[in-house]
């Protein structure tokens, strides 16, 4: 489906882009020809990221940044404008979670998670969202929910409930915005491999496999999985697609038998 130049011209910029999934994102991003904007607060990582990716041969910046600063953003976003030109492609993956009893969540954990995904996600898409609709630019989004925000998560009911309202605020934002040429979508991912999320929320092999056994495909997802559902959901294969989430759990949802 995707080729070498189905966002060539575009840029793109990724939240939370300097690992996990948002590094898979990244690349997935660049190598279908757009230009590539990482943000991250860790700033190893997201040296680590830019050179690993343009060793590659891929047009890539990253800017140290915090989401939850709306200043902060909001110069960063013209300082990506004037660097690599204006974003067409946005994916919010920026997040924070851990485990807790929800008697012993303090305000601050709270706080802390809530700012990052939900603040987090409206102050990049607004600052984004305004450039477009002031050039008249194309530009499409894709925010990374997860499948806790739907079934609810008795150890992270902080993240669960922060993406909870990103899935509410884009659903809003796709008829708000469809008048402006605007799509806004939402990835839902369940646990996928080799991530930060599986380490944080399973440690034990005991734990994982009773999640596995839930799973009717078996397995976890891969995070060049998820990077290929959000690139099409930004790309024009999916140009009469708004508002819609996207749940990738393997058919837990489905249930087993």
Known sequence: MFNPKTFQGQTALVTGGSSGIGLSIALCLAETGAKVAILGRNQERLDAAVETLSALGHNVSGYSVDVRDNAEIQSTVEKIGEDLGQINLLVNNAAGNFRVDPLELSPNGWRSVVEIVLTGTWNVTQAVARVAIESGGPLSVVNIGTTAAATGSASTVHSASAKSGVITMTKSLAAAWACHGIRLNIVSPGLTKNTGGV???YGSAEELAGHLKAIPLGRLAEKTEIA??????????????????????????????
């Open 199 to 201: 380490d944080a929320l």
């Open 228 to 257: 290929n559902a959000c690139a099409y959901l930004l790309s024009d294969y999916a140009a009469y697609v708004t508002g819609t989430n996207l749940i990738i759990d393997g058919g837990r949802q489905l249930g087993t038998h």
